[in-house]
């Protein structure tokens, strides 16, 4: 079997999870969290090299997720991208602030999440 990248997609959406599910499946070994909480506990079981993180969720905020994952070394290395319906420049500046290296905008269209995800895992390298 090959080594596929891990992708923990995390958001309260589950149609938003399926959705990211189906469109990354066939080339990445795809992750779901439905909330802040369950991406943090799932990130204490995997590594994933990406994580494609909402910034809007109920229990806990894209950001305060982030915060956790940047005071974990062993999490250093992984590529956060945020994927959320908010576009505005202070929400963008505030993720690349945390350390995001790129941040989509719902509605996004599949060749554009792809090819953030390939140009990251590529940077990775």
Known sequence: ????????VVDDS???????KGLLSAEYDV???KSGKM???ALQKIHPDIILLDIEMPDMTGFEVMEEINKNPEM????????TSHASERLVS??????AV???????????L???IKGAIQAQN
């Open 1 to 8: 079997m090959e080594n596929r990248n891990i992708i923990l």
């Open 14 to 20: 589950s149609a938003n999870l399926e959705m990211c």
């Open 39 to 41: 991406a943090l506990s």
């Open 76 to 83: 250093d290395g992984v590529s956060v991208l945020f994927l």
């Open 31 to 33: 992750r779901l969290a």
């Open 114 to 116: 792809r090819s953030k």
């Open 94 to 99: 505030k993720a690349v602030e945390q350390g």
């Open 102 to 112: 790129d941040y989509i905008v719902k509605p996004f269209s599949p060749e554009v």
